[in-house]
Structures are given as C-alpha cells and as structure tokens.
C-alpha cells in the first residue's frame, strides 16, 4: 500500500511510495505526529541518481522487518536534496560537525522540535567494516530516547545553539584586489596535481568554477601557468573516463586521481558548467577539443535531458540493468569489454577499438569490464574507422536498458543550462541550441515565476512544486537570463533578470552586512538559517548572486546593483587566499569586477560579425548589449548611432568609453587586451 509520499512531484520521494516505512514528507504535520506519539523523527536525505541511496533502500527501506522497527518507534521523513537544498544544508552542516564528514543518504534523528541529535550517512543492513547495523542504529536511538530523554534533549539544544551562531558576517570587508588574487592563484598552484590534472586527489571532482577564474585571471594579467592549468585539466577530463566518450556529457566525478572510473550519475548541473566551461576555453584558446566537448556536451543536453515541456531534467541515473545478470549495476550501459567489443564489431575493428579506448582483459573498472577513455600512446588511428567504430558502439549501447531519469526541472540548474546552451550555440552557430535555451527560460518563466516574480524551486511534467526558491535559484537563473540579453538581444530577459535580483536585495540580502543568506527572510524557518559562501558541485548562491547582481549593474548603470556585489564580495577577500578551491566562482567574479566589468553596446545586427566577436571576447564578465539603431529596451543601446552606416561598437569600463569601432579585428583586440 503507497505511503504518504504517493502524492508528491519529486521523483525520489516517488521511487519510496511503495516502501513499506510509513514515510512523510517534509512538513510541519510530520513533527506535529511526532509530538503526539512522543517519539523522535527519522530524516533521511538523498536524491534520486544516488547510487547508495539506493542501495540502503533496498537493504533497509524497503525490508518489512526494519520498517516495522522504523514505524513503531519513530516518523521518518523523506527528503529530496534537490528539492530542498535549505533542509540538506542545515543538518548536512550538523552531519559534518559531529562526524568530520558528509554525504548520501544523511541518516538524522531529531526531536520533535526538528532537533538534531545523532547523525550519519549509510548505514548497512549487518554490522561491517566497523559499522553498526542500521537496526542497530535504530535501536539504540529508541532507547536512548526512551530511558535518557531528558539527556537527549539537552544534546540537540546545545548543537542547535551551537549551529545558530555559525553566522557569517564577511560581506562587509573590502573587495578582493590584485594581492588576494594573485594569493589565490598561488594557492590553487600548490594543490594542483600536475600530473593528471585538477586538484587534489581521490576522488576527484570536475573544478568548473576554479577553471572559470583561471581563464579569466588569464585573460586580465596575462598569466600563463593559470591558462595551462585550465588546459590541462579539461583535455585530462576530456580524453578520461570521467566524460562519455560514445555520447557526450560528464559523469558527476572520477573515485581516482587519473579521471578514469567515474561514479556514473550523470548531472545537469555538472554538464551545464563544463559545457560553458569548454566554451569558454576554446574562446581562450581557439582549441578545437574544446569546441567538440562543448558542443557534444551541450548535444548530450538537449538529447538526453530536455523534457518535454522544454526544461532540463536533473539527472541520469549511475546504475542501470546488466542484461547479464538481470540486476540493477553501477556503470552497466556505459562499460565494455573486449568479447563485447569484439561482438559488436568483429574481431578486426574489435582489436583497433580495445587498443584506441583503453579496454584491457583485465578491465579498469569491475569484473573486467573497461570505462571508455582517449588514448594517451603515440599510435595513430584512422579517423574514418574510429568514425565507424564510434557509430556502431553507440547503436550498440542505445539497445542497453538505459538509466533512469530524475525528470525534475531544478529552476538554478536550468539557468546554468540557459546560459551554457545560448554561449555555446551563439559562438558556434548553432542556432537550435539557442534555441533550446530560450525555450527553457519561457518554461522558467511560465512555470517557476508567480506575477510577483518569485521563483518556485521544482516542477515535474509541467506541474510547479511546493517548494520555494532559494537564493541559488535566483541567481543561477538571473544568469541565465542575463546570456540570453547578451546572445538574443532581447530586452525582456533583462526585465526578468532585474525582477529577480530585486527579490535578491530585498529578501536574501542582510541590509546590515551586505551578507547573503541561502533562504529569503520569509521562507520556512528551520533550526538555522542556512549561509554558506563556497562552492559545492555548483556555484555558491552568495558569489553566483554578485556575479549576476555585476552583471546586471553593468547592462542598467544601477549603483544599488552593483553596491550589493562588491558588499558580498567581501567574503572573497576573506576566503579566497585561504581556500580558493572552494570559492572558485567568487574568484571568477572578483576577476570580473577588477576588469570593469567591460560593457559592450553593438548597434547593429543580432549575430553578425561584430555581435560575434563581442560575445567571444575573453575580457571577463564583459555584458553585450546588441540591436539595431533606435532601440531602447536595452539600456545600453539608447542614443547610440551607428557611424558611417556601419554596424558600430561601443566599448565602455568604469565610467571610460573608447572611442566607437566599426572594425571587427580592431574590436577583437580591444576585447582580448590583457593587462586591464
């Protein structure tokens, strides 16, 4: 019989409706229950592509016997990370505290008063590698709570005190300068692994936003060694396993140093950001691995992910059927072996395909099975058969049971992908990807924002959740409206932009430090309001909403606007030389703001040379404002006159505009100068 969770939108909590725990959904009901029963709540966080989170559900979730002890002793709550990222945060911080570390499923007991007090991640079903069982866990929490309430209750008040006064007030120092950059930089130099690429070890993360200040710490200075290790790890990233080599798109990290064994969920969000990242280094750098990657990467996108109603849904899952064995198998569609290579294209082609993707007898992954990679030896391969080859593994593949599909449409996810999809198809032509984007901004438009412009976090199949934005949502999404000003010459993205960095002041903003919180001051309040300037697998809200606040100020001359991004700038100059692997894209935008950033008017054609030539300039953060003479909805434009009837740029930065460019090569150098 379905439990409480049958009803909602968000496809994790649907993979659970059937389990025989009695789970509730977030809700003030579900706490309420708890007070009634006298018993404490069970929260249990994950999301639907999360390999373990599946695994404690069949182990543990969806066995009668623990459920029966889940149900008689406690309400257990069900929570999707991705739907709200509020509630992770807040007791993914209290996780972390108690145990030094973190991840999914988060296993929490609290109080009734949404208390915490014990904490974990995965528990097993049978005690293991020094493990307690999840019945044990269970058990012991029951009687703790039955024969030390009182004890209990005091544990959870002073972790609750103790999270509450975790309040950052660093948006009101300085704004970072050339000393916190240049500090960062070398930061990022000691930690780099020169010899695979990327930073630290294992398991190893794709660092978008850190490979995004390189490219423009490049750009303004000049520096080299920041634009070699941009290179370097993304051509690592890109000949390695962590990227699907037969489809396009990034598996969402690689458990090894070397990029080889990805863990196999593949994330909008992570493919949305290398997808611009790749963009923007093949504007660097004219690489044409670059281009391939991007543009494959954004193919993946639109193919794979692109919902019906024109959104982009979250995630694939890592496992799926090994037709083998009938059972559910992480990496199972992706991986091969040579008897399967040797099968789909005979023993000739076979041979060739083993030896140019890296798969060996004994396999780089599990039970000899091989993850697909570009090869790093000297041998030379026939393209057109490597063309062949390619086309038949991925007839192949496509008759493998596929992954399942998390068809949720995350509002801040979609705004990354708006702004790498219109970049991408706006630098290659590619007018279907622009498309694409602008399809997505109407559904976030239609769908996510109510007439006061507030955004709603989730929707699934055309239908809006209950959950509320949160400051990413806003931010991510403000970006993405602010590249479909620059690519589409539209105004109307601007207005909706502007509509949303309102809602950034008024409600995220602490009016005092100029701080920014991750939940509006209206929202649900939870044991913490949650704050947290650093990067995770996505841009921090706090520095995603100065980049677009910047941005912003730059196309309207709005000194509210741009007061409120250098005011939360301030964080950078606190953590950037302590911690920049972690504030990645506050350095990007610091970087930005150092430039100009640089505002660009094209009076003139929507896509022609000039309008072209201005987006792929590498100046950093640089806004394009573009549209035929007389128009006025970008503020940009207005009395800018096209000279000598000539499609005509105007470039300006801090108050300073040069003089107006009809000269495409002479625009290019203005827009590439190092050394702003």
Request: one cysteine or more; charged letters at 25%; proline letters at 6%.
């Amino acid at each position: 019989m379905p439990n409480r969770l049958a009803h909602e939108t968000s496809p994790y909590l649907l993979q659970h409706a059937e389990n025989p725990v009695d789970w509730w959904p977030w809700s003030a009901e579900a706490f309420e229950e708890a007070r009634r029963r006298g018993v404490p709540v069970l929260l249990s966080v994950g999301y639907s592509s999360c390999h373990w989170c599946h695994v404690m559900a069949h182990e543990s979730f969806e066995d009668d016997a623990t459920a029966a002890v889940v149900n008689d002793n406690f309400v257990a709550v069900k929570v999707d990370r991705e739907e709200r990222p509020d509630v992770d945060a807040v007791y993914m911080e209290a996780v972390q505290a108690a145990t030094g570390q973190g991840g999914w499923p988060m296993t929490v007991f609290l109080t009734p008063d949404a208390e915490p007090f014990y904490f974990g991640t995965y528990f097993p079903p049978e005690p293991r590698h020094g493990m307690p069982s999840f019945t044990q866990v269970l058990g012991g929490v029951r009687d703790a709570w039955t024969d030390r309430r009182g004890e209990v209750t005091e544990v959870a008040a002073k972790i609750t005190q103790d999270l509450a006064g975790r309040a950052l007030n660093l948006g009101d120092a300085q704004v970072p300068g050339e000393g916190e950059l240049a500090q960062a930089l070398l930061g990022l130099t000691r930690e780099y692994d020169a010899t695979y690429g990327g930073f630290g070890g294992a398991p190893k993360f794709p660092p978008s936003m850190v490979v995004e200040f390189l490219l423009r710490h490049h750009a303004r200075t000049g520096a080299e060694g920041a634009l070699q290790m941009a290179l370097d790890t993304c051509e690592r990233m890109a000949r390695g396993g962590i990227y699907d080599q037969l489809g396009g798109g990034f598996a969402r990290y690689s458990v090894d140093r070397e990029f080889t064994v990805p863990h196999f969920e593949k994330m909008l969000y992570d493919n949305a950001l290398l997808c611009r990242t790749y963009a923007h280094l093949w504007r660097s750098t004219g690489s044409e691995l670059a281009k391939r990657v991007a543009l494959e990467t954004a193919d993946f996108m639109v193919r794979e992910l692109r919902t019906n109603e024109g959104g982009f849904a979250s995630a694939l899952d890592a496992d799926s059927e090994d037709p083998a064995s009938g059972k559910h198998v992480e990496g199972a569609y992706y991986v091969w072996t040579p008897a399967q290579l040797e099968e789909v294209l005979g023993a000739q082609d076979g041979a060739v395909a083993a030896r140019y993707f890296g798969v060996t007898p004994e396999g780089t992954f599990e039970e000899g099975a091989s993850v697909l990679q570009l090869p790093q030896g000297d041998e030379v391969f026939d393209a057109e058969q490597v063309a062949r080859i390619r086309q038949a593994l991925s007839a192949a593949r496509r008759e493998r049971p596929a992954p399942g599909r998390d068809d949720k449409v995350v509002a801040a996810w979609n705004g990354l992908a708006i702004a790498a999809l219109a970049e991408t198809g706006a630098y290659f032509g590619r007018q279907d990807l622009v498309d694409a984007a602008v399809a997505a901004g109407d559904l976030l438009v239609r769908l996510h924002m109510d007439p006061l412009a507030r955004l709603t976090r989730t929707s699934k199949d055309g239908r809006a959740g209950a959950n509320s934005g949160v400051l990413e949502d806003y931010a991510d999404v403000a970006e993405g409206f602010l590249a479909l000003t620059s690519v589409t010459g539209e105004g109307v993205w601007l207005e909706f932009a502007g509509f949303l960095l309102d809602h950034v002041l008024d409600r995220f903003v602490d009016q005092d430090s100029g701080a920014l919180y991750d939940t509006a001051a209206d929202a649900e309040r939870l044991i913490r309001r949650p704050q947290d300037p650093t990067d995770n697998a996505t841009p921090s809200g706090w520095t995603a909403a100065a980049g677009a606040l910047l941005s912003y100020a730059a196309h309207t001359g709005s000194e509210p606007h741009r007061g409120a991004a250098e005011r939360a700038l301030g964080v950078v100059k606190a953590l950037g030389p302590r911690a920049p692997r972690f504030i990645g894209n506050g350095l990007a935008v610091a970087e930005a703001l150092l430039d100009g950033p640089r505002e660009i008017a094209v009076v003139g054609e929507v896509g022609g040379r000039l309008h072209h030539i201005a987006l792929t300039g590498t100046a950093p953060g640089a806004v394009v404002a573009a549209g035929p003479e007389g128009r006025d909805e970008l503020p940009l434009l207005a009395d800018r006159p096209r000279v000598e009837d000539r499609d005509t740029a105007y470039v300006c930065r801090r108050f300073v505009c040069e003089r107006p460019e009809t000269d495409p090569e002479r625009l290019r150098l203005a827009l590439t100068e190092s050394r702003g």
